[in-house]
C-alpha cells in the first residue's frame, strides 16, 4: 500500500523555469490538497480538491496551477518559478473530507529555486 | 478564523522524563484538534485526534492529549521519553462543519531527547 507518492524529492529551478510536482494516491480517497512547508510557519494550503475536475484554491495560491483529472492524481504547476517558491511542498489526500478525516501525507518534495 | 498557538519552538527533555508539549486554540465553539508528527525528511503522521467523543484522547507510540474547554488548550503529552520520539509536532484545528480544507496547523514544536 504505496499511499500518497510525490515526485520528485529534491529539484533546483532556476528564477523563471516552469516544473510540476506529481502526487499520486491509491486509496480512492476524494479530497486532495497541495501545502507548503517554510521553517518556523507551519503548514499553507495552496490548493485543494473535493473530486475529479473541481479544484479551490487555498491560503497561498500564486504563482501556482493545480488541475484534477483523474481521482488518483493531483499535479501542482509552478509557471514562474521565483525564489520566494524556495520550500518543502507536501501532497495529502483524506476521505471523504470532513473536517474530522485523518489526512495522510506524501514525503515532500523539497525546492530550491536560484 | 481558527488559529492554533504552539507554545515554544524547541522543547527539550531528558529520556525517560514526561514530555509536555502545548497547543492552544481560538475559537468560539469547540472544533476538531489535531497532533501530527513529522520526523526528519518524511511528511507528518496522524498521531492523535479530538472530535469531542471523549476530552482525554490517546494516540499512537503512548502519547495522549487533554481537551480543556475552559482552557481552550490540547496539550500533548508523554509519561516516559525515548529516543525515537525526536521530531517535529505540529498542533492542528478543523472547524466544525467545513471540510479539512479548513484545516490550520500551528506552527510547530520541535523535540529533542537528551540521553
Known amino acids: 500500500n504505496a499511499g500518497v507518492t510525490q515526485t520528485p524529492k529534491f529539484r533546483i529551478l532556476k528564477i523563471g523555469q516552469s516544473m510540476t510536482l506529481q502526487c499520486a494516491q491509491d486509496m480512492n480517497h476524494n479530497y486532495m490538497y497541495w501545502y507548503r512547508q517554510d521553517p518556523g510557519m507551519g503548514l499553507k494550503l495552496i490548493y485543494y480538491?473535493?473530486?475529479?475536475?473541481?479544484?479551490d484554491k487555498g491560503e497561498v495560491p500564486n504563482g501556482y496551477n493545480v488541475s484534477r483529472s483523474t481521482t488518483e492524481d493531483f499535479p501542482l504547476r509552478l509557471e514562474l518559478a521565483a525564489p520566494s517558491q524556495t520550500s518543502v511542498y507536501f501532497c495529502?489526500?483524506?476521505?471523504?473530507?470532513?473536517?474530522?478525516?485523518?489526512?495522510?501525507f506524501g514525503q515532500g518534495t523539497r525546492l530550491t529555486v536560484v | 478564523a481558527q488559529s492554533v498557538t504552539q507554545l515554544g519552538s524547541h522543547v527539550s527533555v531528558s529520556e525517560g522524563a514526561l514530555v509536555l508539549l502545548r497547543c492552544n486554540y481560538s475559537s468560539s465553539v469547540p472544533p476538531y484538534l489535531f497532533w501530527y508528527v513529522q520526523y526528519p525528511n518524511q511528511g507528518l503522521q496522524l498521531l492523535l485526534k479530538y472530535t469531542s467523543a471523549a476530552t482525554l484522547v490517546k494516540g499512537i507510540n503512548g502519547f495522549e492529549a487533554e481537551f480543556k474547554k475552559s482552557e481552550t488548550s490540547f496539550h500533548l503529552t508523554k509519561p516516559s521519553a525515548h529516543m525515537s520520539d525526536a521530531a517535529e509536532y505540529f498542533c492542528?484545528?478543523?472547524?466544525?462543519?467545513?471540510?479539512?480544507?479548513?484545516?490550520?496547523f500551528g506552527t510547530g514544536t520541535r523535540l529533542t531527547i537528551i540521553p
Open positions: 492542528a484545528v478543523s472547524p466544525l462543519g467545513f471540510g479539512n480544507e479548513k484545516l490550520t
Open positions: 495529502a489526500s483524506s476521505y471523504p473530507g470532513q473536517g474530522e478525516a485523518e489526512a495522510f
Open positions: 480538491s473535493v473530486g475529479a475536475g473541481i479544484t
